[in-house]
Each structure stands twice: as C-alpha cells, then as structure tokens.
C-alpha cells in the first residue's frame, strides 16, 4: 500500500526511490500490496514487475507461501504441525523439512546467545502475564520454577531419521526469528514467479531482493504513530531488517509497563535496551539477532555481531541513547522529510479564512492531534482498505493531508471525500514514494497518527476552528468517514466515535505533550 504521509515529494525522496531501480528494465513499475492479520500483525509487500499481472502473481506466491508455512510453524494455530507436535512426549516424530529447520536453528541460537534466546522463554512470560491480569508482580516461587523448566532439554533431534522427540515440560513458542524465516521463502518464492525485485515487509520485519535498493525507516520507540520521524533511514540492497522492542506489546502492573521481551536465565522483562534493529544478510539471523540484542548487553551484542560477517545493528538504551555498530553509517541514508506537494490556498479563500487573522496566535507547538483507528479483523488474512486522515479549514480547504494510504492512482476515486478537487487530486498523482519501515510488531489492525498543527508547507497553522476528517474505503466495498470539527485552543479534547462496518474504534485526541 502506497503510503504517503508528512507533505512534498522533494528531490531526496525521489532519489532514494529511484537509487535502487536502474537495474530494473524500462517495462517496470512498482506494485504495492497491503493486507492485515497475516502471521498476527500485518503485511506490506512491494513488487517490481512489468505487468500488473506479474505483480499479482509475485503477491499470490508471498501469501501462499505464508499460509502454507504458518500452517507448520504457527504456535497458535491448534491444527498447526508444531502444535502436534508439541502435545507429543518422549515420541520420535517425522517432522517436515521447515519445522526439523527452526528446531535445529533455536538449537543453535540457544548456545550462541547462552541461553538467552529460548523458545521456552514462554514459560516465564506466561507467568508475567498471569500476574498482569491480577495486577500484581509474580511470585519469586513462579519464576524459579519456569527458570527452572527452561533450563531443561525441550526436544532431541535425529538427522538420519528426520524426526524430533518432545522431551521437556515447557511451554513452547516459535517466535523470535519464526517470522523472519517465513519471510525470506516468502520473498524467494515471489523471485521464482519472475518478479524483478520484492519488499516483503511483516509486522516491521522485512526482506528485499531482487533489482531494488530499498530506503527503510527504522522506528522511533518514544513515537507509537506511524507517521512519526524515524530515528534512522537505511539504504537496503539483497539484505534482511528485523527490529525488537517492548514499545508494542508487554503487560502493565500497577501502572507500570513491563516488556514482552523476557530473560529466560533470569525471569526478568528486557528493560535496558527498547529498540534493537538488526541488518543482516540471512532474514532469520536478523531476526534472532534482534530478539538476543533485546536481551544481551551491548557489549555482548557487540561481540555477537562481530562472529557474524555482514551484520550492522542499532539499539536504543531506555535513556534514549543509541549505539550503532561501526558499520552502520554505511547503510544510512539522510532523513529528510517526506512531503506531497504543497498547494497554495487562493488569495479569495484566504481572506474567508475562520481562524485568527496574521497577528493572531498560531498552533500551540505544546499540544498534540493524536488519530487512533483499528481496522475491524476479519477472519484469515485480509486487504487492508485504503485510509486517508486530513484537517480542513472554515472554507473546506485541506489545510493538511496527515496520511493518504492506497494502492494505485487508479483506485484515488475510492477515497470520495478526501479525492474531490483537481488540486487535491495533483497532490498525490505520480508519486511513487512508498514508507518501508522497521519496528517493533504492532497488533493487527491497530494504527496510529498524529497531527503538530503544521499545513502542507510545514508551518504551524492559526489557533481555531478546523475539522478533521478519517476517511476508510475497501476496494469496491464499504465506505465509512468520521469527522469532527475541533477547536484546537490550547484545550484538550478527546471524540471517540462509534464502531462501524471498517473500523472497530477511532478517536481524535487533542492534548498536551507529555512534559510540556
């Protein structure tokens, strides 16, 4: 899904588009795919190829191979091979190619990390989250005793018979470097259907090959909305990013946020490090990598990494400091603002404008719009609708286009409100900017953006009177907008709207910025 947020295509952005496509034949174009509740997050998947139906076929390959392979590896699907397996004990059991694979693998990422990643860390999260939902903090006796269950053999493997015997009593989750692993025969499988080159992003986990540098934002951990300035833009070519951090997901107990990301040898939540992004070439060893870094101290992870040729990794400390590996300035790219092309307001709608006039008093740079949404899940994977958030003046003007999320230019007509004017419609038309970003997994469906106050030309608007707009379409289906004048004063106000056929629940929540 083309992904357009912040405001003008300038001339940096467009380079990082084109750097990596002078490999790619005059025929090609870039295809954008999005879908939620794939592998318990989302997908966002970018194609090259010289025909839409090229494209397609790249897409149908990525989702087949993703449901035939959760289907083997899935911890929460019942009926998955792993979850056989796993109800098995003290049995050897045939097991396919890909599940004998991972098993094999946590084998080695156990002894390379001593012990810190684990696929029975399960156990000890299990006793974190039963304390959250009694809102108390877990017994020492607890977490002794699912300490102590992670210390023991969770299976044997046999190479000569392919089998694997269930052996220990822990709870067992396939997650760390699962998905990563999935992505990369995923990105393999599009290559085989004669795609040029492929972006297969999952939950803030990706791979990219083929023909195509491909420019990726890695996340800012203080910044939940995905609109949010990244804390660092890498240049990607024939390489994997995977990024760990408890920002997302962890449990609360009395009233504060313990990470999701725990260590096995200790009990004890990841807390030191908040964001760990990896780049490597194997998409597993970036995902492993990223979990273990959550974990391990920087020294530590420092040491790791250098075993392992190829890898550059970022961390961020709880304090906000961040250590880089020595190799990670070569990837970086500058962060520059990714903007649509600004429109100006004629000169007879200026003078109809309701807010303060020139010498009255402009946004308060101390407060905050905040949009949350989430998509209403369906059951199995599904195409994400198309989104767009904006903020109108007194005389309808799009003072500000927040995000505009779609697929092509063809399907703009979708978005009935937001796609109304010949100079709306010029600030979107021809451009292929697409956000491929790294973070830490978000939910299904569930987004977030935010608003400064500052119009299409990055210059904070007048105190007053505005309406804000959600706008969600599906392809040739539903449509639903919400909207809501709002007096941004300086006075806090929350609107929360209610579900319908696309989104389960939205709000606009005007505030003050934490510490101001």
Do not use: C
Not at 42 to 58: E, G, I, Q, R
Not at 196 to 207: P, S
Not at 425 to 437: D, F, L, W
Request: aromatic residues 8%; glycine residues 6%; proline residues 4%.
């Amino acid at each position: 899904m083309r992904i357009l947020s912040i405001v003008s295509a300038g001339a940096l952005a467009l380079a990082l588009v084109t750097a990596g496509s002078s490999a790619l034949t005059s025929r090609d174009r870039i295809f954008n795919f999005s879908y939620d509740n794939v592998l318990g997050t989302s997908l966002d998947l970018k194609v090259a190829a010289p025909s839409t139906a090229s494209a397609h076929n790249a897409e149908t390959a990525v989702l087949n191979e993703i449901a035939r392979e959760s289907k083997i590896l899935s911890s929460w699907d019942q009926s998955s091979e792993f979850s056989r397996w796993s109800r098995t004990h003290g049995q050897a059991v045939p097991v396919s190619d890909e599940l004998f694979q991972v098993l094999g693998m946590y084998d080695q990422w156990r002894a390379r990390t001593n012990g810190a990643l684990d696929a029975s860390a399960e156990s000890v999260i299990r006793v974190w989250q039963a304390a959250a939902k009694a809102n108390k903090l877990p017994e020492k006796s607890e977490l002794n005793a699912a300490i102590a269950s992670t210390r023991e053999r969770q299976w044997t493997l046999d190479a000569s018979t392919h089998t694997a015997t269930h052996t220990g009593d822990a709870a067992l989750v396939l997650a760390s470097f699962t998905k990563s692993y999935i992505i990369d025969h995923a990105a393999d499988a599009a290559m085989r259907t004669g795609a040029h080159a492929v972006v297969v992003n999952i939950g803030g986990d990706l791979a990219v090959r083929g023909a195509l540098a491909e420019p990726v934002d890695i996340a800012d951990p203080r910044a939940a909305e995905e609109n949010s300035d990244p804390i660092s833009r890498i240049l990607v070519h024939d390489l994997a990013v995977a990024t760990s951090g408890d920002y997302r997901r962890g449990v609360e107990i009395g009233g504060q946020h313990y990470s999701h990301i725990v260590d096995p040898r200790t009990g004890m939540p990841a807390d030191n490090i908040i964001s760990s992004t990896v780049v490597a070439p194997n998409p597993a060893d970036a995902g492993a990598l990223a979990t273990a870094f959550s974990i391990l101290t920087p020294e530590e992870s420092a040491k790791l990494a250098a075993s392992m040729p190829g890898v550059a990794y970022l961390l961020v400390k709880k304090n906000g400091q961040q250590v880089k590996s020595d190799n990670w300035s070569s990837l970086e790219a500058p962060v520059a603002q990714i903007q649509m092309a600004a429109v100006t307001k004629p000169a007879t709608a200026r003078l109809g404008m309701a807010a303060a006039g020139p010498s009255g008093p402009t946004w308060d740079p101390s407060t905050e719009l905040t949009i949350d949404f989430e998509i209403a899940q369906v059951r199995g994977m599904a195409k994400r609708p198309f989104v767009a958030a904006w903020v109108e003046d007194a005389d309808r003007f799009q003072v500000k286009t927040i995000a505009l999320w779609y697929h092509e230019d063809r399907y703009l007509t979708e978005m009935k409100a937001w796609y109304r004017s010949d100079r709306v419609r010029a600030m979107a038309e021809g451009h292929e900017i697409v956000r491929s970003v790294s973070g830490a997994t978000r939910g299904p469906g569930k987004y977030s953006l935010k608003w400064d106050g500052k119009d299409n030309d990055g210059k904070l608007v007048k105190a007053g009177k505005y309406t804000v707009y959600l706008e969600v379409a599906r392809e040739h289906g539903t449509y639903q907008l919400m909207k809501q004048e709002m007096d941004f004063n300086g006075t806090p106000k929350d609107v929360h709207f209610p579900a319908n056929t696309e989104v389960a629940a939205s709000s606009f929540d005007y505030h003050k910025l934490a510490g101001k």
